[in-house]
């Protein structure tokens, strides 16, 4: 790994180059969705540019963090359009009044982080802020689908817009529609065109500059009406981005006279809660994908963050939170430096001083695109299995939270999806109410320093998002690099907040060369096999499921070694392309062995990793095998040709990677993608032998560490005949590549 960067003014004289490069593709990036984003919030379109150059200027001079881009964020289009609602009292200024509660929420944001209170997020119930980013997304869904349909639905109810989009289907404007459709196809297809000129913008900028020819074959520019199969629609300038001639005429004051009313602070700490739980676990996501693996001070970045949140609502500006999508690819493209978000929101102003003219021939169906693909990715049905998969509990605390945020506002749906969780903790832990909180805070859990220097976290009572601050003050005790046991075996039950904040913290502290072990769950159950799934203990028993003894058996007769438990320690596995870029949380089930008369020993086990950052995160579970080879090869990846399976890195070609083809083997480069930077070295390596054995078997994904091989096949967990067919072949290659590597 290459040296980490110097911070402050050093940083920036060292490393300006390679963060002004990355921060092009940002403010590209930053430049439709922020327009995109204030559009959608039912704010003039300048605001959020305003919140994007504030957040990239300000919010870089006071942050804790080191990498992460901030601005507008989708999470915040529901609280704007709730202030709104709430505050239209007819005069025209219910946005300036919202203007004034993001001034507010921006100071209380500031409050928290000199208090030191940024550790307050973690206690919000992972599913139920879920829930909440699931119903902002159909709101997004909701109100923006009408603008890409060219229809208009006059009820202030969610459902009703959805319904009446439905409903209103026939009365599209088929020249919005089409522009609206081009734009959707080129958001689904995008990252599967191969031409590179089609990856030299990113994709909202192609939405963007691909809907103004439509603009002018339509001539938007006039008021008219055109024909389309007998019928006629409506066309004109309203259909286009209305921004004023200059920055100046763009700026708006909050007008404070709503501060009295239970609207205001209603829109206020509606606004202070989302922005917070979103910039602090974005800020955390990101430190994961942080090369130099730096740490976000998250109290000092939510000082900042409130900060830039307070100028912003001063100039008419939405509030700023820590985006993903930016920061992501803000490390894609190299930069090293928090100097590259300053740099993206000096690009942005310039950017808009210089294409406003051409701003103003892009067509509001093309920003409403955008905000629908993103509002259907909130709620998609990918999400609400991602829930199902954590515990059937996780799904109702997740539907409720939605269901009543959609029916009410942001805020009761949080308070609402919390009590939910709360009362569903004590009817699983069937406790009376007083003995319940008792065990939460009251719990004897506590903190043991052993002779070695190592360290038993001994955790008691009820362990649910109640009790995180407490155990969050016990792990500061911990040195970085001391060893840990966390016990959970006088638990009588661990919610899936207080896991995930266990699982972060094993993972930090595991980062600084300590082993640290989780334990005392094996009697506990589960409603899902998923790793961080609520559990109660009922019985002091260890329970193996069906799949478990078949596995147990096959050890047993085959003389291999089987563990059912979890292992958390997954370090060597990060070793492997795939899984550098995605977060693996452990390992269980595991098989290990050796294969007769050759020294490669193996080891299959089930896997759990994530894909994806923060609250789009999705979790997988696969079977793979590792052998360990006794002799350097080059590092590669095959994978199935012509097929972007949903897990595959797609950006793996544009870092240095390419397919390489065997013109002697036509069948072989026809059936694998076969990549890695060492082109000359893998044309050594693949000899007819290698090539015919993968011609003639089961095409699986394959990657070499250069020490090691991966394989894997579907991502789901292995039946015992697919254990049995892993261990065939396994063999059947090792013994190969034996007889090439001493030869």
């Given amino acids: 790994m290459e040296k980490t960067p110097k911070s402050g003014f050093q940083g920036l004289i060292e490393n300006w180059q390679s963060d002004l490069i990355a921060a092009i593709s940002v403010s590209l990036i930053a430049l439709p ?33 080191h990498i992460s881009v901030n601005g507008p964020a989708k999470g915040v289009i529901g609280v704007i359009l709730l202030g709104i609602a709430l505050m239209d009292d007819g005069s025209g200024q219910a946005f300036n009044y919202v203007l004034a509660a993001v001034v507010v929420s921006g100071a209380l944001q500031m409050l928290l982080g000199i208090l030191k209170l940024g550790r307050l997020a973690d206690i919000f119930h992972s599913s139920v802020i879920h829930g909440i ?31 009446d989009a439905v409903i209103f289907l026939p009365q599209a404007n088929p020249f919005v529609l089409i522009i609206a459709l081009t734009g959707l196809l080129l958001l689904l297809f995008h990252s599967k065109i191969s031409n590179r000129i089609f990856h030299l913008l990113p994709t909202p900028m192609w939405v963007i500059a691909l809907s103004i020819p439509f603009v002018y074959a339509f001539n938007f520019f006039d008021e008219q009406t055109l024909s389309f199969i007998g019928k006629t629609y409506e066309v004109g300038p309203d259909l286009l981005l209305d921004i004023p001639d200059t920055i100046m005429d763009s700026i708006m004051h909050p007008n404070f006279g709503k501060i009295h009313t239970i609207e205001f602070w209603t829109t206020v700490f509606s606004i202070l809660i989302i922005s917070s739980i979103e910039s602090l676990a974005i800020a955390k996501a990101v430190d994961k994908i942080d090369p130099y693996k730096r740490k976000t001070d998250l109290n000092k970045d939510l000082t900042g963050i409130g900060l830039s949140t307070v100028v912003a609502g001063f100039i008419g500006g939405l509030p700023i939170i820590a985006v993903i999508i930016r920061s992501t690819v803000n490390i894609h493209n190299g930069a090293k430096t928090k100097w590259s978000n300053l740099y993206q929101g000096i690009l942005l102003l310039i950017f808009i001083v210089l294409l406003s003219p051409i701003m103003r021939q892009v067509p509001l169906c093309a920003f409403a695109i955008l905000l629908v693909y993103t509002g259907f990715k909130l709620a998609s049905p990918s999400v609400f299995k991602q829930m199902y998969s954590q515990g059937t509990e996780q799904l109702v605390f997740f539907m409720g939270t939605m269901i009543l945020t959609l029916y009410t506002n942001l805020l009761i749906g949080l308070l609402g999806g919390l009590v939910l969780a709360l009362i569903t903790h004590m009817l699983l832990a069937r406790l009376p109410i007083p003995q319940f909180f008792k065990m939460v805070y009251t719990s004897r859990t506590k903190l043991i320093q052993l002779p070695d220097g190592s360290f038993d976290l001994k955790i008691r009572g009820i362990a649910n998002f109640l009790g995180i601050i407490k155990v969050d003050k016990l792990v500061a005790q911990i040195p970085s690099g001391a060893n840990v046991n966390i016990d959970l075996s006088e638990t009588r039950l661990v919610g899936i907040t207080y896991m995930d904040y266990l699982v972060e913290y094993l993972k930090a502290q595991r980062a600084t060369g300590a082993e640290v072990f989780i334990t005392g769950l094996d009697s506990h159950v589960s409603s899902s096999t998923h790793n961080r799934a609520l559990k109660i203990s009922l019985t002091s028993a260890t329970k193996l499921s069906q799949r478990q003894k078949r596995l147990r058996n096959l050890a047993t007769e085959k003389g291999y070694q089987y563990a059912s438990q979890i292992d958390w320690n997954t370090t060597y596995l990060k070793k492997f392309h795939f899984f550098e870029i995605r977060p693996i949380e452990r390992k269980y089930n595991c098989l290990k062995g050796s294969f007769e008369d050759i020294d490669m020993s193996w080891e299959i086990a089930d896997v759990t990793f994530n894909e994806g950052q923060a609250f789009t995160a999705e979790t997988f579970n696969t079977t793979l095998m590792v052998i360990k080879l006794n002799q350097k090869i ?8 012509a097929v972007l399976e949903k897990l595959f890195d797609r950006v793996m070609a544009f870092t240095g990677y390419k397919d390489i083809d065997f013109t002697m083997y036509p069948d ?26 993968f011609e003639n078997h089961q095409i699986y994904h394959l990657e070499s560490n250069g020490e090691a091989l991966i394989i894997f096949d579907k991502i789901k967990l292995a039946r015992t005949d697919e254990t049995l067919a892993f261990m065939e072949y396994g063999k059947e290659l090792a013994r190969l590549l034996d007889v090439k590597l001493t030869s």
């Fill in 133 to 163: 980013l699931a119903a902002i997304g159909i709101i997004i869904f909701a109100k923006q689908i009408h603008v890409a349909m060219g229809t208009h639905s006059d009820s202030p109810s969610i459902i009703q817009n959805l319904i």
């Fill in 33 to 65: 969705l922020s327009l995109g984003i204030a559009l959608a919030a039912g704010a003039p379109a300048m605001a959020g540019i305003f919140s994007a150059i504030v957040g990239g200027v300000v919010t870089t001079f006071y942050r804790g963090g």
């Fill in 668 to 693: 072989f480069s026809k059936k694998f993608l076969l990549m890695g930077n060492n082109e000359a070295e893998i044309r050594s390596f693949f000899t007819e032998d290698i090539i015919r054995f």
């Fill in 634 to 641: 080059p590092v590669f990846t095959m994978e199935k040709e």
